[in-house]
């Protein structure tokens, strides 16, 4: 199980830190990472992490303002998100799988939390 939180409102140009927890199933060796599905649209990928921090990959309109991160001992993944624009609103979802990049469909989903950015 995905559990992840750390969703709210935040002002154009502000920061917030999500964070998926993993339960009930190991997750050695596998990426973790996250999508994205804004209102109307369909899910995006937004970042992934190799098992060893080795591999990360972000979408390119999050680059420079995104960073994911992960805590093994925790199993827990983290992305820390600046300079958010109203455009960055969608629910974001914590996702794992045995190897992930921008193009995959993970196999395993966790739900979602919002994230709502005012201009």
């Known amino acids: 199980q995905l559990q992840a939180y750390g969703g709210g409102l935040v002002q154009a140009g502000g920061s917030l830190r999500l964070s998926c927890a993993a339960s009930?199933?190991?997750?050695?060796?596998?990426?973790m990472g996250w999508f994205r599905q804004a209102p109307g649209k369909e899910r995006d990928f937004v970042a992934a992490i190799s098992w060893n921090s080795g591999t990360i990959y972000y979408a390119d309109i999050v680059k420079g303002r995104f960073t994911i991160s992960r805590d093994n001992a925790k199993s827990t993944a983290y992305l820390e998100m600046n300079g958010l624009k109203p455009e960055d609103t969608a629910v974001y979802y914590c996702v794992t799988d045995a190897y992930m990049d921008s193009s995959t469909w993970p196999d395993y989903w966790g739900q979602g939390t919002l994230v709502t950015v005012s201009s």
């Open positions: 009930g199933r190991s997750i050695a060796g596998y990426y």
